[in-house]
């Protein structure tokens, strides 16, 4: 029986995700795939849809409205692999008892905000030019390593480089041929 992974887009859903649909390619003989669309776990029904007006949306209450949601609707251990607000609502979630067996998270935005970590294996992947990663002293505090990526901003994750390197690594869990080291990108 395939492992879980449950894949929680990025503040666009699928308005702006066609990028997600290489992840779901690449993964979907090795796992059994549940898709949340952030927009609407969190509610959000915006007639205007802009960065801010979609940010403001999550940051006033939607972020919040996503994790409850995530809580009710998920009970079975599961592997989350999440970007950009995603990854903060499963992050978030885990630590309000989500079953979650690994996190693995592309340019979560608001965890840098968050003073408890998950207790299951996490991985964080950043670009280096991403103006919402977190600092290296939030992440020596809560205890947990980010891997970053040179010459990558915040939307990196869409990049078909970055899509190959983290299907691999996730690839890399299901078949236990976990690697020593991190491959550089």
Avoid at 30 to 51: E, G, P, R, S, W
Avoid at 123 to 130: A, F, P, Q, V
């Amino acid at each position: 029986m395939a492992e879980r992974l449950v894949v929680i887009s990025d503040m666009w859903g699928v308005k702006k995700g066609l990028w997600i649909t290489s992840y779901l390619g690449y993964l979907q003989q090795y796992y059994d795939i549940v898709f949340y669309d952030c927009q609407q776990l969190a509610n959000i029904d915006l007639t205007i849809q802009t960065d801010e007006n979609i940010h403001q949306a999550f940051v006033n209450g939607g972020i919040d409205i996503a994790v409850a949601h995530l809580l009710r609707k998920e009970n079975i251990p599961s592997h989350y692999l999440a970007f950009s607000t995603g990854g903060t609502i499963a992050w978030k979630a885990c630590v309000e008892g989500l079953p979650m067996k690994s996190l693995y998270a592309l340019s979560a935005t608001r965890i840098r905000m968050e003073d408890k970590r998950p207790k299951v294996p996490t991985t964080l992947l950043y670009g280096e030019n991403d103006e919402y990663r977190p600092s290296n002293k939030w992440s020596s505090k809560v205890g947990v390593e980010m891997e970053i990526v040179k010459n990558f901003g915040h939307t990196l994750y869409t990049d078909e480089k970055i899509i190959q390197k983290v299907c691999q690594d996730l690839l890399n869990r299901v078949t236990q041929k976990e690697p020593k080291t991190k491959r550089a990108v």
